[in-house]
């Protein structure tokens, strides 16, 4: 296994930092400067990550060692995880904040130091606490290892695309509005692409994300949604697009004009530039297919053809409608993992742990809020209470009285999950309830929405693993019959998974990482609210079948 080191000096911050990397006897500096972020046509001081928005681009290869050292200069307490690298019995460098480290205070450091093994694929880094990671994103490229060739055809040229929100004003205090009236935050003023929100709003081609590209040539685009609470269409003027990965990990190619993304997510989709030269939108809108409202902002993109103007005015792509239900779930029903020889779906075929949460919205009385009330979230009608210990430490030092393991596999109170609406909150209760997991045992895990205040679609991740989604459907979960429908050969295998409107999803996986492992909805209002739990999966008794211990410089609380 090759040992390469990518050394990041990441401070975050108003003020901007310099970026140190080795690779082998590689080393390279960026310069330390003060920015204001100039983005829908103003600018405003905002953290973010090396002076970058959005922050750079981490480029390891399969079986690699990765160094990145977080030095924190923000106002804010800061933690970086790396979403989708499963970091095999080391939890300390996963980062969700008090879940398995203590945030980075403001002047300290922390050393995230992980191996990349057995993945290859897009991946990205984010901010794990409060709003930060509206501005505090960047991807991970994670190359196969030298001699493996790609699955499909070689691209000329490849791409990342993030796709994000933007604030005009600071996002935390837009939060802490919203929490002190007992309501939702304002909605973001725009979307973007690669931090910039494209000419469809009053800015000057200058906020435009443009990507030049040659005729006859193919282009591999990585994907990513950052979006903090929207699931995106994405989509090309003109171009068909070939999906060949998700969330790092190959699958069975098809052709789409659009594809569905949501928070968490990433997708790989190759693109041929053979239409006639031109300039050619690339475009990014909400799904939501809920009786909410939303605001539709499209994002865009310039997919340039060389030696074409600029003057020339590109078209706009036909995305799917907000509302496109149909189109959703028929593109979900299309990914397949590749399940190859090389790349196998190993799915769970016997399972020891049947699990079944519902997703609830609620509201509580709250004193201190100006409307009385606040919304809240729960699973299995359990609203997260987040510790002020991170809990992998609690766990690894066996701390008394900092959680619980008796998260109910079941919801306390069965009930016609998606019949009429219902504004009960079911008996509601607050706690830091964990769910115990045996080590090397298999679960399955249905996620149920339900019509508590309203239907939604609900983006869920799992820290630590990828999972095999074998199940949707819409409407209440059938024991008896749905189990039947589940694809166990080869199902697509992600890392966050979308619970359809008034549906539910099955994932199945084995628990053989041993930690505390963040499971939430990617929604970080949903996430706010309370729509979260974590497993705790027990050691193994084999000699690497346990938790690692923790580093030196570990943060305190």
């Known amino acids: 296994m090759s040992l390469i080191h990518f050394l990041f000096l990441f401070l975050v911050s108003y003020f901007m930092i310099s970026l140190a990397v080795e690779a082998q006897t590689k080393t390279y500096q960026f310069d330390i400067q003060v920015q204001n972020v100039s983005r829908l046509c103003h600018a405003k001081p905002i953290v973010t990550v090396n002076g970058r928005f959005p ?18 200069n923000a106002q804010y307490n800061m933690s970086i995880h790396w979403h989708g690298l499963k970091q095999f019995r080391n939890g300390w460098a996963d980062g969700p904040a008090y879940i398995t480290q203590c945030p980075i205070k403001t002047g300290h450091s922390y050393s995230y130091d992980f191996n990349v093994t057995g993945q290859r694929g897009t991946l990205w880094w984010h901010a794990h606490i409060l709003w930060l990671r509206a501005t505090v994103y960047g991807a991970i490229v994670i190359m196969p290892k030298p001699g493996t060739p790609f699955p499909f055809p070689f691209p000329q040229r490849e791409q990342v ?3 994000g929100e933007w604030w005009n004003n600071d996002v935390e205090e837009i939060v802490k509005q919203g929490n002190n009236l007992g309501l939702p935050p304002n909605a973001s003023d725009a979307h973007t692409i690669n931090g910039k929100p494209g000419p469809l709003f009053p800015c000057s081609e200058k906020h435009t994300f443009a990507m030049e590209v040659e005729q006859g040539k193919t282009y591999l685009l990585r994907i990513i949604n950052a979006a903090l609470n929207d699931e995106l269409f994405f989509g090309i003027a003109g171009h068909n697009m070939t999906v060949v990965e998700i969330d790092a990990v190959y699958t069975k190619p098809f052709t789409t004009v659009a594809i ?10 190759l693109v041929r530039a053979t239409q006639s030269p031109g300039r050619y939108f ?19 993109a310039i997919f340039q053809y060389k030696n074409v103007p600029n003057t020339l005015l590109p078209t706009l792509p036909n995305l799917p409608l907000p509302n496109d239900t149909a189109f959703a779930l028929t593109y979900n029903s299309k990914l397949r993992s590749l399940n190859s020889p090389q790349f196998p779906a190993n799915v769970p075929l016997n399972v020891d742990r049947h699990l079944f949460y519902t997703i609830g919205l609620g509201v509580n009385p709250c004193s201190s809020c100006i409307n009385g009330t606040h919304l809240t979230a729960s699973l299995n009608n359990i609203t997260f209470v987040m510790p002020k210990v991170g809990l992998l430490q609690a766990h690894y030092l066996n701390m008394k009285g900092i959680f619980s393991t008796d998260f109910p596999d079941n ?48 983006p869920f991740h799992l820290h630590g693993y990828n999972f095999f989604v074998v199940g949707t459907g ?84």
């Open 282 to 300: 690339m475009a990014a809108r909400p799904f939501m297919d809920a009786p909410l409202s939303i605001d539709n902002k499209t994002a865009t």
């Open 161 to 163: 695309l993030i796709l």
């Open 474 to 557: 819409i409407g209440n979960f059938d024991r008896k019959i749905d189990p039947a429908k589940f694809n166990l050969v080869d199902p697509p295998e992600r890392n966050t998974v979308g619970v359809p409107t008034g549906g539910w999803t099955a994932i199945r996986w084995r628990a053989d990482n041993p930690g505390v492992w963040f499971m939430h909805c990617h929604l970080e209002l949903h996430t706010g609210w309370g729509l979260k739990t974590a497993f705790v999966v027990e050691d193994g008794n084999g000699p690497h079948q346990s938790v690692l211990p923790p580093p030196k410089d570990l943060p305190s609380c």
């Open 260 to 269: 569905l993304i949501a928070p968490g997510q990433t997708t790989n989709v």
């Open 411 to 458: 919801p306390p109170t069965p009930f016609n999950y998606t019949g009429a609406p219902l504004t009960a909150n079911l008996g509601t209760t607050l706690g830091t309830r964990l769910s115990k997991i045996a080590y090397n045992s298999t679960v399955q895990l249905v996620l149920q929405d339900t019509n508590l205040l309203t239907v939604e679609s609900h």
């Open 55 to 72: 922050g750079p681009t981490i480029y390891a290869r399969e079986g690699d060692r990765v160094i990145v050292n977080v030095t924190n």
